[in-house]
């Protein structure tokens, strides 16, 4: 392919930024044929050294070295124009040290020896500075070095590589169904991820790793001129640890929903428009749909909704950074504090069995070491109901009694410090086998409910609002239409002992999340969060509907 | 570097101009120094510091446009960017809603925006406010987590049509959230300044440290409408959504137009003129106020001027794009930056004082739309939430969640207090009748 043919859309191509208000990456404006190029491993290496020396030199027991190439690409279109295409890169070097049992951090864009080391040795600076009202010394879980290893996610069509005029020919078909079903207005976006990451640390290791990301996603809105109502319906896509091959639609990916509610759900691979027409029919609906009358209703939840539930009430609540209190001021502390663990007491019902992991092919989390060097892996957190363990990085282990890092340290950038993160938190589908129309056959009143809306969490992770995208009643065993104005209040404990039932792994899918935030100064990293559907008995529904003048 | 002069500025900026061979080019120096501390169980946990100027190019042949960064300032690397921003642009697709650039304009001068202080912050100085807030808590036995950012900096801007910008800019935003050791109770404070001279770290940490020690073994009330009275930082938050910015988030005419919004008038058109607020709530932006001082010009150039939002609970204004202010016909007015919402002169204990029965809520969190129909929003309080019965703070009581429109809110308004600055913004305490809570929270 020549340069003109990737860039140009038949006369569409990059840089336009007419809107400033559209969200914008990390890193400078490029021209997209950069994101073919890449930098060699032994420069990387011989720069990495170059800052480790340094290091050692000024004093640091331990360093590590993060060069880090990010490259970000987003398509951006509303109805049947092309509002923007932004092609970024940020190139850097984040280096990391102890010295005097302190942590110093120092982030330089001269990506050379000379920078490597200058960065090195201001880490080390800032660590001594900081040392000197320090009261307890940085204490490391052990970490062999793995040698010069490589990874690479397991893509089979890097979307850097797919021309932009595909990509704006797929947004505007999209956007063309999405007028065709009835849609107002659509707004449909691709942004696509490459972090080409190369860790090295005084251990010895040297890692080199290739990770991909993409997220196709659009907003459908009817607006009804005449009442005055208008409605919206967000894509059931995911975000997904995969290359372009997410937007080749095959059969086997779709997950029907239950008889009678008009839901698909998508596996590893998505059908935007078909989603983009059955979005604007139930923007649609939705204006004239049943109204909740709130009280306790058995929900049945599909995975794309459920993710967020995970996210937010187990995935969150079990960041060992959160428990101690280290995120006190912005994300909050968490309720599953070590003593509360201690007592025993069910997290969930028996059905509720969370893994942890940055293994899963195609998630969001999968890596094959973290940005501490450490081998990713699987571990438990919720076995049978009851809490196990915690997510947790190499200066946390020693806290629990533990001398192993789960391997789920993560910086959204080469200028930013790397620290605890949210692996991949799933919860593992339901044994027997069981189908969606065989769960909503149990139940008697209930409300299914698909895609994720709006959520809400106090800073301990007790007590949670959430909303969805579509909702159906549940009468007597079969979907009796439409509703809207749902939304469930929960406590978190109550919530995961009320989980009655899960679906089997014929219906198990990720939901994720391309930017959850953490930290201060914040920043966003991206997980996936697995399960099949499940039902939930006995859930506080209430009515959203306000009258305002 | 990071703080050029305006002459250095313009300068540089001159010379990309000169390397441009497009028929519209607009060349944005951003420089700023800066640096952050965070600290958590009453030790600094990481820091870290910024010092770039960075160099935006947008250069447009006819309708369409592109755009380059850099920032090195050498001539061939101002050459290549220029070089950069126009082979995009020449490749680019032509902007159904491109608007050509702007010509010379004339800004407010708003020398308060920026304060020496702020630029003269050394890691030090960094190290010693955050180590007199941690040595406050050591002596009380309670435990904190807190955040210190600043900045200083300046943003110039030249364009081919004649436009000239310069303003330099400096702020500075600590908050910090106090525990108690047996984790019952919970305080916060927070603020915002663009002069670090009148920042004092221990003074904000004995308020959250109050608030903590205050809020041990709250009680619980049972969830239902109450009188609050929600303190500036429960109604503008400087990192997360809230509902005043929520409601000025609204503003925007295109939206309003669209029938995708609160704004919207069932049959078409929107509800600017109508009055949709008690009238005592009146909000308008003024980038020279000396509190809260801020830049004069908007990222597209248009000047910021003081412009009134609400007045007497009636909308006046609505922002909008320069693109959709012509297709509408309707006055080009860009989004403001920071805000006021005026007020009395009554504190926050003044309201304390007049309220028989009622809420006072610190902070409130967690903020997220439900209904963009009603501008509905859901969160939860936060860090110090009290029962105030005959005048007086009775007891703390546990957190709630709410569900609550701002629009519902300001026509529930029972009275207005003394603005402070929160995030940028003046913001009064307000007290509210039948402000909505839905149900308890366990968190502290």
């Known amino acids: ?549 | 570097m990071a703080i050029l002069s305006q002459t250095e500025a313009q300068a540089i900026l001159k010379k990309v101009l000169s390397f441009s061979k497009a028929d519209e080019c607009e060349a944005t120096l951003n420089g700023q120094t800066g640096g952050n501390v965070r600290s958590a169980r009453n030790a600094i946990s990481t820091s870290g510091g910024i010092d770039n100027v960075a160099l935006t190019v947008e250069s447009r042949f006819g309708k369409r446009s592109g755009v380059a960064t850099c920032n090195q300032f050498d001539d061939a690397t101002l050459r290549n960017c220029v070089q950069r921003a126009e082979e995009i642009a020449r490749l680019a697709p032509e902007s159904p809603e491109y608007m050509p650039l702007l010509g010379p304009q004339k800004y407010l001068a708003s020398p308060q925006s920026f304060a020496k202080a702020t630029a003269d912050i050394t890691p030090d100085y960094r190290a010693t406010q955050v180590g007199a807030s941690m040595k406050l808590c050591d002596e009380k036995k309670l435990t904190s987590a807190a955040f210190l950012n600043d900045s200083a900096g300046f943003v110039a801007k030249r364009n081919s049509k004649g436009l000239e910008a310069y303003q330099q800019v400096s702020g500075l935003e600590f908050s910090i959230t106090v525990r108690t050791p047996d984790g019952t109770g919970s305080g916060y404070a927070t603020a915002d300044y663009n002069d670090a001279s009148k920042f004092d770290a221990r003074r904000l940490t004995q308020i959250a440290a109050d608030k903590a020690a205050g809020s041990r073994n709250a009680q619980a009330l049972e969830p239902g409408k109450y009188t609050v009275i929600l303190e500036p930082a429960a109604l503008v938050a400087n990192t997360d959504a809230s509902l005043l910015a929520a409601l000025m988030g609204a503003l925007d005419a295109r939206n309003a137009d669209e029938g995708r919004s609160f704004l919207s008038k069932k049959g078409g058109g929107n509800r600017k003129g109508e009055k949709l607020f008690d009238e005592r709530v009146t909000i308008y932006s003024d980038p020279t106020h000396p509190e809260i001082a801020d830049l004069t010009f908007s990222g597209d150039g248009r000047p910021q001027q003081k412009m009134t939002w609400i007045e007497k609970g009636v909308v006046k204004n609505l922002y909008t794009s320069r693109y959709w202010a012509q297709k509408a016909g309707i006055p080009d007015i860009p989004r403001p930056g920071g805000w006021i919402m005026e007020g009395g002169t009554q504190s926050t204990a003044d309201l304390i004082k007049g309220t028989q029965r009622g809420i006072l809520v610190t902070r409130l969190w967690y903020i997220r739309p439900v209904d963009p129909q009603t501008l509905l929003y859901t969160g939860l309080t936060r860090d110090g939430t009290f029962y105030i019965e005959n005048g007086k703070i009775k007891h703390p009581v546990k957190n709630f969640r709410f569900n609550e429109s701002p629009i519902i809110m300001l026509n529930n308004l029972e009275a207005i207090g003394k603005p402070v600055r929160v995030g940028g913004n003046l913001v009064p305490p307000l007290k509210i009748r039948d402000f909505t809570f839905t149900s308890l929270s366990d968190a502290v």
Request: net charge neutral.
């Open chain 1, 1 to 549: 392919m020549n340069r003109r043919d990737f860039v140009g859309v038949t006369g569409l191509a990059a840089g336009a930024l007419w809107l400033p208000s559209l969200p914008s990456f990390g890193g400078n404006p490029v021209d997209p044929a950069r994101f073919l190029e890449g930098v060699d491993v032994a420069v990387k290496k011989r720069l990495s050294d170059a800052a480790l020396n340094a290091a050692k030199s000024a004093g640091a027991t331990y360093a590590d070295v993060r060069i880090g190439r990010y490259l970000n690409q987003g398509v951006f279109t509303r109805e049947k124009q092309v509002q923007n295409i932004v092609n970024s890169e940020s190139y850097g070097a984040g280096v990391r040290v102890i010295a005097n049992g302190t942590w110093g951090f120092a982030a330089t864009n001269q990506v050379t020896e000379a920078g490597m080391a200058k960065a090195a040795q201001l880490a080390v600076q800032i660590a001594k500075a900081n040392s000197k009202v320090q009261k307890e010394q940085v204490k490391l879980a052990p970490q062999k070095g793995y040698g010069e290893v490589s990874w690479k996610a397991p893509i089979k069509q890097n979307a850097f590589e797919v021309p932009i005029k595909d990509k704006v020919d797929l947004l505007l078909a999209t956007n063309a169904k999405a007028l065709e079903n009835g849609a107002s207005f659509v707004n449909s976006v691709l942004f696509q991820v490459n972090e080409q990451k190369y860790f090295a640390s005084t251990d010895g290791s040297y890692i080199d790793q290739d990770i991909h990301r993409i997220y196709p996603t659009f907003g459908v809105t009817v607006v009804d001129r005449a009442s005055g109502k208008f409605r919206s319906r967000q894509a059931l896509s995911s975000p997904m640890g995969m290359g372009y091959e997410y937007l080749t639609p095959k059969a086997e990916d779709k997950v029907a929903g239950p008889q009678g509610s008009d839901v698909v759900g998508y596996k590893y691979s998505y059908d935007m428009l078909e989603d983009a027409a059955r979005a604007a029919r139930q923007a649609k609906e939705k204006i004239t749909a049943k109204s909740v009358t709130p009280g306790k209703y058995d929900l049945v939840l599909d995975p794309h909704h459920l993710g967020l539930t995970i996210h937010e009430s187990v995935g969150h609540p079990l960041e060992l950074d959160r428990v101690l209190g280290y995120e006190a001021n912005y994300a909050g502390t968490s309720f599953a504090t070590l003593e509360w663990k201690a007592k025993g007491q069910p997290y969930g019902s028996k059905h509720v069995n969370i893994v942890a992991d940055k293994l899963q092919p195609g998630s969001l989390g999968a890596v094959g070491y973290d940005d501490e060097g450490v081998k990713t892996k699987e571990w438990m957190l919720i076995d049978q109901g009851k809490l196990v363990d915690y997510e947790k990085i190499r200066d946390q282990a020693h806290i629990v009694g533990q001398n192993e890092s789960d391997g789920c340290c993560y910086s959204q950038s080469w200028q930013d410090v790397q620290f605890q993160r949210m692996p991949n938190v799933s919860l593992r589908p339901g044994k027997e086998k069981l189908s969606v129309d065989q769960m909503i056959a149990g139940v008697d009143k209930g409300i299914y409910i698909a895609g994720n809306g709006s959520f809400s969490i106090d800073q301990q992770r007790y007590n949670s609002q959430f909303g969805g995208q579509v909702f159906y009643a549940i009468e007597k065993g079969k979907i009796a239409g439409m509703l809207e104005d749902v939304a469930y209040q929960t406590n978190t404990l109550e919530f995961w002992n009320s989980c009655a039932a899960v679906c089997d792994q014929s219906d198990y899918r990720f939901a994720g999340f391309f930017n959850d935030g953490k930290g201060q100064p914040s920043q966003s990293s991206a997980v996936s969060h697995g399960s099949s559907t499940t039902r939930f008995n006995g859930v506080n529904v209430i009515n959203t509907a306000r009258k305002i003048g």
